[in-house]
């Protein structure tokens, strides 16, 4: 699962106008995302926090997207 992470407050000027650009209704902090999780009773094998460039200007943060990593899950029945 891949959803992008809060600004944090170090991010550039380049970061919080991207961030406007993108007003996603249902972005949440990582204690966001765990509630839901554990809500739903799944819990990640692996998480992280990523920073994401552009592929132009390699090296230059554009934004963070949390990463959470799943193992196989069970088929639901019924």
């Known amino acids: 699962m891949i959803e ?3 600004l944090r407050p170090s ?3 380049l970061v919080r ?3 406007k650009l993108e007003r996603g209704q249902f972005r949440r902090p ?3 995302y765990e509630r ?3 809500e739903a009773g799944v819990r990640p094998t692996e998480f992280s926090s990523e920073d994401v460039s552009i592929d132009t200007l390699p ?3 554009c934004g963070h ?4 990593k799943f193992g196989p899950m069970e088929a ?3």
């Open 30 to 32: 990582p204690a966001g």
């Open 65 to 68: 997207l949390l990463v959470y």
């Open 4 to 6: 992008p992470d809060i």
């Open 76 to 78: 639901a029945h019924g």
């Open 17 to 19: 106008s991207l961030y």
């Open 36 to 38: 839901l999780m554990n």
């Open 11 to 13: 991010d550039s000027l």
């Open 59 to 61: 090296g230059l943060t």
